[in-house]
């Protein structure tokens, strides 16, 4: 069964700590991606990669970096954390090189809360 | 940029149809789609329509598309409470398959 693990479902962090969220997929998929849940905004792109040690800015990108070292793992990272960083991120991937019909498949997300 | 609008609630009686509507503003799209997601998970892809057709039927659920308004829909016939969740729709932008925007979701309601 084809699988994107996010490492924690629910984390509690301070304002100012450091915040790893890890992201695995099992399918060999070239794109990865992070996207950030809130009520009323819907889902919002942070960051894309579409190749190991690659990354793109989504729409949101102020606040985060990521890192791709190998193919199946995408870590989203927050510097410095805020209080307006408490949202669900939401990790997906896809097949690439324009394949398929571009499903993305999803992590079951984590919910952060900086107090 | 890409814009992709739905209404945010949708409130049915078990057994009737649903119809979630959404429109977006890429002309060059070449697939939509349909998320649901449940309380408290992932987003799994339900349906998608390639950008050359404008209906396609999937057990108890239809899409139609019409391109030159860019509006899509998704009909559920017989809604069961089991169909309460959140339908996002998302078209993939400027003509790439690998790159969603999403509306903001549509809470469907069932009531017994």
């Known amino acids: 069964d084809v699988k994107v693990t996010q490492s924690s479902r629910y984390l509690v962090k301070r304002t100012g700590e450091k915040v790893f969220l890890e992201c695995v997929q099992d399918m060999d998929h070239e794109n990865m991606f992070w996207y950030r849940q809130d009520p009323g905004l819907g889902l919002r792109l942070i960051y894309f990669s579409y190749d190991v040690k690659m990354k793109e800015k989504g729409d949101i990108p102020e606040g985060y970096s990521v890192s791709r070292e190998k193919k199946e793992r995408f870590s989203l990272i927050l510097e410095s954390a805020s209080t307006n960083q408490t949202s669900m991120y939401l990790c997906a991937s896809s097949l690439g090189g324009g394949a398929g019909t571009g499903e993305l498949f999803f992590g079951e997300g984590s919910r952060l809360t900086v107090l | 940029g890409e814009d992709v609008e739905q209404s945010l609630f949708l409130s049915v009686r078990e057994g009737d149809s649903s119809v979630i509507n959404c429109t977006y503003t890429d002309s060059s799209s070449t697939y939509l789609y349909w998320y649901k997601q449940e309380p408290g998970a992932g987003l799994q892809l339900l349906t998608y329509?390639?950008?050359?057709?404008d209906m396609k039927q999937d057990q108890r659920l239809t899409v139609l598309l019409n391109k030159k308004d860019k509006h899509l829909s998704l009909r559920i016939a017989d809604t069961q409470t089991g169909d309460s969740a959140i339908y996002f729709c998302a078209e993939a932008a400027g003509g790439s398959n690998y790159k969603l925007t999403f509306g903001k979701g549509t809470l469907l309601t069932v009531n017994p």
């Open positions: 329509i390639f950008s050359n057709m």
